[in-house]
């Protein structure tokens, strides 16, 4: 009798941890996984051991994972000819051991760039050959050291204006728009079987929409590979318009490719003028009216933020068939960039999970869309 009474206060104690990590019936990555792959963004305390409830949270309920900084080129290689695998190693370990699909983010990128990039050991921008063959190492490099263990690659990240003109990039500028060709072709020879994403804000864009479809049809007919268009998925309340949100999945599916959501995440709070997309160098100056919900969002917030989640969901179901994944960009509210910016300081409440990591009611309702 004593055993069985040691059994059941063992089984009392374990029950409500499992509950709390999904083990109560189904979690995100049970249901909305057998559509497409879901999953979240991990920082470095997840994936080094000092952030272990973030890390259950992401074990327990997505089945994908990308870095949010640390396979950046400012990170991997911050020296020229010195490459640091040390987090990005970690991420790629904790994604190995959970059975997770890893997505590599990103290869080309202007804003978080290695520094050294774009000038010569004087400060002077560098010739196109200089350029175009540090670009190849570095893509060749990076790919080539986790070949075989990524799934895909966010080879080129945020090249294209809301007005559908090339950005204006370092890249840009030295190489011309050839150096998204040469970008896939390097990402493909230093790994065939990984696949390879065109990644960008704003997709629901009219001309931005057009002019990446005819950045993927200029690949395809030039013989580079593209696998999938990533829509960030940076939104609000109010943003993007829904209509023109499904005619990119849509326009996007039509040239060839699977369509991803891979930042998705939901600004409630008010903006300032003017601000607008997902540019990081946007950086405005703090005012309380900026700030609404310094200590948890209201009944009618609340409702507002589950009521325009649903509808995002809802279209992530309609359109299952040309999605191959949802990502979350973090894991729960405290570790978003959405704290600081636009503006530095805020509390914001865009993801699924809250503060304290625990699901937010709409997980359920989200769930339930799926079954």
């Known amino acids: 009798m004593k055993k069985l009474a040691l059994l059941i206060v063992i089984v009392m104690l374990v029950l409500p941890s499992a ?92 804003s978080q760039a290695p520094r050294w990039m774009f000038k010569d050991s004087l400060g002077n921008k560098v010739s196109r050959e200089v350029l175009i063959a540090r670009m190849h190492k570095h893509i060749a490099t990076v790919v080539g050291h986790y070949k075989g263990k990524i799934k895909g690659w966010d080879v080129v990240n945020e090249a294209i204006e809301d007005d559908g003109t090339f950005r204006h990039t ?30 960008d804000f704003s997709m629901a864009k009219p001309a931005k929409r057009a002019a990446v479809c005819r950045l993927v049809r200029h690949l395809k007919n030039i013989g580079c590979r593209i696998d999938a268009v990533g829509m960030q998925s940076h939104n609000g309340l109010e943003y993007p318009d829904l209509t023109d949100y499904e005619a990119s999945i ?38 309380k009216k900026y700030n609404p919900y310094p200590d948890g969002l209201d009944k009618a917030m609340t409702k507002k933020f589950e009521d325009r989640y649903l509808e995002f969901f809802r279209i992530y179901r309609q359109h299952a068939s040309q999605i191959s994944r949802v990502t979350l960009w973090g894991v729960a509210d405290g570790n978003s960039w959405l704290n600081n910016w636009p503006i530095h300081g805020r509390s914001n409440y865009p993801l699924l999970f809250d503060r304290d990591y625990k699901a937010k009611p709409v997980i359920k309702k989200i769930i339930n869309l799926f079954k």
């Open 19 to 110: 509950v709390m990590a999904g083990g109560k019936g189904e979690t995100l990555k049970d249901v909305l996984g057998k559509y497409f792959l879901i999953g979240t963004a991990l920082n470095v305390p997840q994936t080094d051991g000092r952030d272990i409830k973030g890390a259950d949270v992401a074990k327990n309920n997505f089945n994908a994972i990308v870095a949010e900084n640390c396979m950046k080129g400012e990170v991997v290689q911050p020296v020229e000819g010195r490459f640091n695998w040390t987090d990005a190693d970690k991420l790629v370990e904790f994604g190995e051991k959970n059975g997770m699909a890893i997505t590599g983010h990103c290869l080309v990128w202007h």
């Open 170 to 199: 370092p890249y840009y500028d030295i190489i011309g728009p050839e150096y998204i060709d040469l970008a896939f072709q390097y990402a493909a020879e230093a790994d065939p079987n990984t696949e390879l994403y065109y990644n």
């Open 250 to 287: 849509d326009s996007f599916a039509a040239c060839g490719v699977k369509v991803m959501f891979t930042e998705l995440d939901l600004n409630i709070l008010p903006n300032p003028e003017h601000f607008g997309g997902a540019e990081i160098h946007q950086n405005y100056q703090y005012d």
